[in-house]
């Protein structure tokens, strides 16, 4: 017997859990606590503890058939090099240093790579510092906390930390979701309505931004933190999101998921690569994904995992897993942490291509060199907005045009870390109000029926207090038509 | 020389390279490395090292990755249980680990005889987090500059890399909220004499201390394993004297004396008006993670078990059905290990817990889960 242990970071999420990889002589995976990873203490969510499940092999292709990868990258480049409208996408699900090598390639097309959040765009570069992060100790300090996501579902392992929080007296406002034990108020708030939580300088607003946030909702809460004084922590969703936004971000492009789709329906995008991202699980309607991508005339994928993007790709260039890779990854705290493994299968695939595309090739230590000196760049950069003192950072926010039709109710995300990737868990039920089971007459252990435009599903229900006409689910439905869809509701 | 059942021994290894680099002159490591050698087991568990305050356990066939190995390390406070199942394995563990494997024996999901366990006296491990913080906090010490750590009458030390060494009580630290981890302060299982043999520095004194190991031979398996690693010219042993035997039963009991008034401090009385609010409230932000579960070295379930069969998440019951039955199963067979506790990612004490509703039932049935196969778990005893 003979084992490999890797030390790595989960892939749920931002927060850059540690934890252990173990791989046995037959190749079976097992997680194991990394109890001295600062960030989680060994601690690991749902998704974490079910890791071994989230890696799939995957093989390099060409139009469907397996592959040798130089094979793959020579197909690759003259289908690149034959196209004029090309798009790039990494939202962060693998290291910084396969990022910086990606935008390598983004260099010699002359084009960018876009990480999937247009908020970048919307908001002056001074003012970036609000979406930074912050370390989780001063999550533990504040006096107030107003909360824009569900923890327990969204990002469980900063429950502890409010509740250290708690402990140490700070109050806890639950904004706009289900009721949540650790508050101390759950309200139901619009958002002209945000004032009379009463925050200030000793408060803390935590949120968080991804592929499908709705950059009106994060510029109104910057705003309330500017207002107020409060400081503002981000959350985000992916191993390395917050390295995809800082790493070479002049080079970065920040298109929505949304804008990249809707420029390749009206035929502006005509290639896609990707870098471990799969818009058919980062989308809210996988269906409507699929039938985007299938436009395209070029879909290269660069992936560690097999995934919905990689059935539908032209080319797959297969990467070693994400535990196995040589990297480093930043948390939403500002953490830079270090994988223990050694593969560099991506890099090296990303510096051919970028050979063959007629630009420099390069080798994992550059790219490491080139990640350190962003990174240190970075922390000189931000030290002057860490206190999210910066003015006018706000401007032309609409107001909420939330249209519900009479009798239809809002389905609406709870994106978590099985959400984004699509994957199997124990929740396929939508969380409804007590008003609503009355009004629908359901009985305990019942069915609801949900309707939209694309169908209808029947589901478990949970019941939780909830703002009026909110229906929430953390699975991903395939009645949904966006982050948020207009529901009719009926007992089954 | 002949071992027995019963001797008490004082050992190292006979290799200078091992016993300078392994904890107590070696022994434990030796005798590891000797079984794997010998062929009297096919695998060997133990931890390798990541930094100074943490190793992770690898299962290997290699005699160099044993020799290799760390030591008995106070920051890692893993539970080696479940790594042993279905193998022929030689194995060092605390009383917990052993505790664990005895619980999976009885489970069927370990064959004991080919499972040889070396025990390692355990006052109490700390969390490695924790300890740095204390590092800084209590000792004022840089954790990146400590190079050991020892506990010695009472106190804590950490050695630095320029000699340094500082000590402050145990007592003191733990009373700050630092030190050893809940579950360790009120653990009664201090030298474990459920393994095969059970070993640690307790009792080594005078020109030894510090090179030898003390080693009690509990069973016939120890008797194997000891005159495996002596034929073989990987370590000497020689009787202990009773000054020796006396003084490790002095540090024993001064150990267990901390565990009563742990014991009394954390298990206060719950009126029983009062208990089901009590864990219902403690389970209220249960994130149903499941790492409880799957960290537990008694549990032996896998996927199809009792405590998740009839548990969904749109279930809105005041207390889940996953913790009503884990209560119950446990209640026969928890060992108090702590791992619950330490994987919990929103900080339920899980352990004291499960100890607390698991202790009277165990007490009434004068048990105590993972000491014997000789006693089957009471509660399926009597579901049958």
């Known amino acids: 017997m003979k084992e490999s242990v890797y030390q790595t970071y989960c892939p749920g999420c931002g927060i850059g859990c540690g934890l252990y990889i173990r791989k046995d002589d037959k190749g079976n995976l097992s997680i194991d606590y990394m109890k001295s990873s600062p960030a989680n203490l060994g601690k690991l969510c749902r998704f974490g503890v079910t890791l071994a499940h989230h890696y799939s092999e995957i093989k390099t292709t060409v139009t469907g058939s397996e592959a040798d990868v130089e094979d793959a990258i020579k197909a690759a480049e003259q289908r690149i090099q034959s196209s004029d409208s090309i798009a790039m996408l990494s939202v962060g699900n693998t290291c910084n240093e396969e990022h910086m090598a990606f935008t390598r390639i983004a260099d010699t097309l002359d084009t960018k790579v876009h990480t999937g959040l247009s908020i970048y765009n919307e908001l002056a570069s001074h003012c970036h510092g609000y979406l930074a992060g912050m370390p989780f100790a001063e999550m533990e300090k504040a006096k107030k906390i107003a909360l824009f996501v569900d923890p327990y579902v969204q990002y469980p392992l900063i429950v502890r930390r409010l509740l250290i929080a708690k402990n140490n007296g700070a109050k806890i406002l639950s904004v706009g979701t289900k009721k949540l034990n650790l508050a101390d108020e759950n309200l139901p708030l619009e958002p002209d309505e945000y004032e009379t939580l009463e925050i200030d300088n000793e408060s803390l607003i935590i949120a968080d931004i991804h592929p499908n946030s709705d950059d009106d909702h994060i510029k109104r809460l910057i705003a309330l933190a500017q207002e107020t004084g409060a400081k503002i922590h981000f959350l985000r969703p992916f191993i390395n999101g917050a390295g995809a936004s800082l790493i070479e971000k002049e080079k970065i492009g920040n298109m929505s998921l949304a804008q990249i789709m809707e420029d390749i329906e009206a035929g502006n995008i005509r290639t896609l690569v990707t870098l471990d991202s799969d818009p058919v699980e980062l989308l809210p309607d996988a269906e409507a994904a699929v039938e985007t991508l299938k436009k395209l005339d070029n879909l290269i994928v660069i992936s560690s995992r097999k995934s919905p993007v990689t059935k539908l790709a032209d080319i797959v260039i297969a990467t070693e897993p994400v535990y196995m890779k040589a990297g480093t990854f930043i948390s939403v705290e500002g953490r830079v942490q270090e994988n223990s493994g050694e593969g560099v299968d991506g890099i090296d695939a990303m510096s051919l291509l970028n050979g063959e595309l007629g630009g420099k090739t390069f080798d994992y230590q550059q790219m490491h060199y080139r990640v350190k000196k962003c990174v240190e760049n970075a922390e000189k950069e931000m030290a002057g907005h860490t206190d999210n003192k910066a003015s006018d950072c706000v401007s032309d926010v609409k107001e909420v045009s939330r249209s519900v039709p009479e009798d239809m109710y809002e389905l609406s995300y709870l994106y978590n870390p099985f959400m984004w990737f699509d994957q199997k868990d124990d929740n396929d039920f939508v969380i409804i109000d007590r008003k609503l089971v009355k009004e629908l007459g359901l009985k305990k252990g019942g069915m609801v029926l949900l309707s939209s435009e694309k169908g209808k599903i029947r589901l478990r229900y949970m019941l939780s207090d909830l703002p009026e006409g909110l229906v929430l689910t953390a699975k991903k439905l395939p009645i949904a038509t966006g982050a948020i869809t207009n529901v009719s509701m009926e007992g089954c | ?384």
């Open chain 2, 1 to 384: 020389m002949n071992v027995n059942v019963g001797d008490k021994l004082l050992g190292y290894a006979t290799d200078p390279g091992i016993r300078n680099r392994g904890a107590s002159g070696g022994l434990v490591t030796a005798v590891l490395a000797a079984a794997l050698e010998r062929e009297l087991v096919e695998d060997v568990i133990v931890l390798k090292h990541i930094n100074e305050y943490e190793a992770v356990p690898i299962i290997t066939d290699d005699v160099d990755e044993v020799l290799a190995s760390t030591g008995s390390m106070h920051t890692v406070p893993v539970n080696l249980a479940k790594h042993a199942t279905g193998k022929k394995v030689a194995m060092p563990g605390k009383p917990c680990d052993v505790r664990g494997v005895i619980e999976q024996a009885k489970r069927n999901e370990i064959d004991i005889e080919n499972t040889y366990i070396i025990g390692l006296n355990c006052g109490g491990t700390m969390h490695p987090v924790l300890t740095k913080e204390m590092l800084i906090n209590m000792y004022e010490l840089d954790p990146e500059d400590v190079v050991g750590e020892k506990i010695d009458k009472g106190k804590l030390f950490f050695k630095t890399q320029d000699g340094e060494e500082k000590g402050i009580s145990i007592d003191d630290l733990e009373e700050a909220g630092y030190g050893r981890r809940e579950s360790c302060r009120y653990c009664d299982v201090k030298i474990p004499v459920n393994a095969d043999i059970a070993c640690g520095n307790w009792g080594v004194v005078g020109e030894l201390a510090g090179k030898a190991t003390f080693c009690e031979v509990m069973n016939e398996k120890g008797v194997r394993l000891l005159e495996n690693a002596i034929e073989s010219g990987y370590i000497q042993v020689e009787q202990a004297g009773e000054k020796e035997i006396a003084i490790r039963e002095k540090v024993n009991s001064a150990m267990l004396g901390l565990v009563d008034k742990w014991t009394e401090k954390i298990f206060t009385d719950i009126p029983l008006q009062e208990r089901m609010k009590y864990y219902m409230e403690q389970f209220a932000d249960c994130i149903d993670c499941g790492a409880c579960k799957e960290a537990c070295p008694a549990c032996t379930c896998k996927e199809e078990s009792k405590c998740t069969m009839y548990h969904n998440l749109a279930d809105d019951y005041k207390m889940s059905m996953y913790h009503m039955v884990r209560l119950l199963h446990l209640s026969d067979s928890c060992v108090g290990c702590g791992q619950c506790s330490d994987v919990c990612p929103v900080d339920i004490p899980v352990t004291t817990i499960f100890r607390r509703f698991a202790d009277p039932a165990q007490k009434k049935h004068n048990y105590k889960a993972g000491m014997t196969l000789e006693r089957p778990p009471f509660l399926e005893v009597m579901l049958k």
